[in-house]
Nanobody, 121 residues
Framework: QVQLVESGGGLVQAGGSVRLSCVVS????????MGWFRQGPGKEREFVAA????????YYADSVKGRFTISKENGKNTVYLQMNSLKPEDTALYYC??????????????WGQGTQVTVSS
């Protein structure tokens, strides 16, 4: 059973930076497209970023392009989300996901429990 554990969330001021980490265990990490989703207060969960199993292609939601960067280290079974120039609207519970599909409605086969990021103005 694949398990994902996120870390790195917290409280940050607008304009600041945070790096989220997600460690994958219980399965083989490298075959999956990995990604991050988020769910803000009173909102539905939405796609944030994804990275292919080779790490050569990345995808981003328009709202985070140029500010967020997704990366991975296969040897550590870890995927990261570097978040810069944070805005209050980035406040959300951030979920790590494995086996991401980027169809009309993005989804994933495996989910972490989430890590809270709160951006104060």
């Amino acid at each position: 059973q694949v398990q994902l554990v996120e870390s790195g969330g917290g409280l940050v001021q607008a304009g600041g930076s945070v790096r989220l980490s997600c460690v994958v265990s219980g399965g083989t990490f490298s075959p999956y497209t990995m990604g991050w989703f988020r769910q803000g207060p009173g909102k539905e969960r939405e796609f944030v970023a994804a990275i292919t199993r080779s790490g050569s292609i990345t995808y981003y939601a328009d709202s985070v392009k140029g500010r967020f960067t997704i990366s991975k280290e296969n040897g550590k079974n870890t995927v990261y989300l570097q978040m810069n120039s944070l805005k209050p609207e980035d406040t959300a519970l951030y979920y790590c996901a494995a086996n991401v599909n980027l169809g009309v409605t993005a989804g994933a086969g495996y989910w972490g429990q989430g890590t809270q990021v709160t951006v104060s103005s």
